[in-house]
């Protein structure tokens, strides 16, 4: 797995857009980069994955930069449900395992 | 609905007293998974399967085994449970091919006195 690099803690107010940013300038060609969130103590919640094309879902946007080195993970509409641990994860998808760094701690305030 | 069901989510018991932390999945996924989570260390996978009778060591395996008889479920045992081995355990699956997320069950609080 891509050794990735996450700030520790942001802080979004309620209904603006929370930008959750990932270095990942190790990441091979063939790996995608994954988003899972954490909340309290709960099993990790899968978000959304790339290779290189921007991905959206019902949940979030997904943006990768042309160089792959970097992605953002884009809430757009933030609500005080959606604070978590972030994690963002560099793997070829068929690997045997995650690898969880310490990941973003994101608080959605009112 | 699709989910991961571990049993049970909470115990408490004592040192040496074999337990067994059950696994079991809806969604006829080949691969399994379990991992545990302690403070500042993040979750690290203790073992894994990726089909019936088919299973590995992950990065921590020491004092656990596991066995996958059915797709379905994936047992995790302690045979002599000690304290160091009290954390948050996770259970988790996926399909076999590539690019699938993997689905993780709500977890199991283990302590051992």
């Known amino acids: 797995d891509a050794k990735t690099t996450q700030p520790p803690s942001m802080d979004c107010a309620e209904g603006r857009a929370a930008n959750l940013p990932c270095n990942h300038s190790t990441i091979s060609g063939n790996e995608y980069v994954y988003w899972y969130r954490q909340i309290h103590s709960q099993g990790p919640q899968y978000i959304i994955h790339g290779l290189k094309n921007n991905e959206t879902n019902e949940m979030a946007s997904l943006i990768i930069t042309e160089d792959r080195k970097s992605s953002t993970l884009i809430l757009p509409h933030a609500t005080l449900r959606d604070t978590a641990v972030y994690y963002c994860i560099g793997t070829s998808g068929t690997a045997s395992k995650l690898t969880f760094g310490t990941g973003t701690r994101l608080q959605v305030t009112l | 609905e699709a989910q991961v069901t571990q049993n049970p989510r909470y115990l408490i018991t004592v040192t040496g007293k074999k337990l067994t932390v059950t696994c079991s999945q809806n969604m006829n996924h080949e691969y399994m998974s379990w991992y545990r989570q302690d403070p500042g260390l993040g979750l690290r996978q203790i073992y894994y399967?990726?089909?019936?009778?088919?299973?590995d060591k992950g990065d921590v395996p020491e004092g656990y085994k596991v066995s996958r008889k059915e797709k379905r479920n994936f047992p995790l045992i302690l045979e002599s449970p000690s304290p160091n081995q009290t954390s948050l355990y996770f259970c988790?699956?996926?399909?076999?091919?590539?690019?699938?997320?993997?689905?993780f069950g709500d977890g199991t609080r283990l302590s051992i006195l």
């Open positions: 399967s990726m089909n019936v009778e088919v299973t």
């Open positions: 988790a699956s996926r399909p076999r091919g590539g690019h699938q997320p993997q689905h």
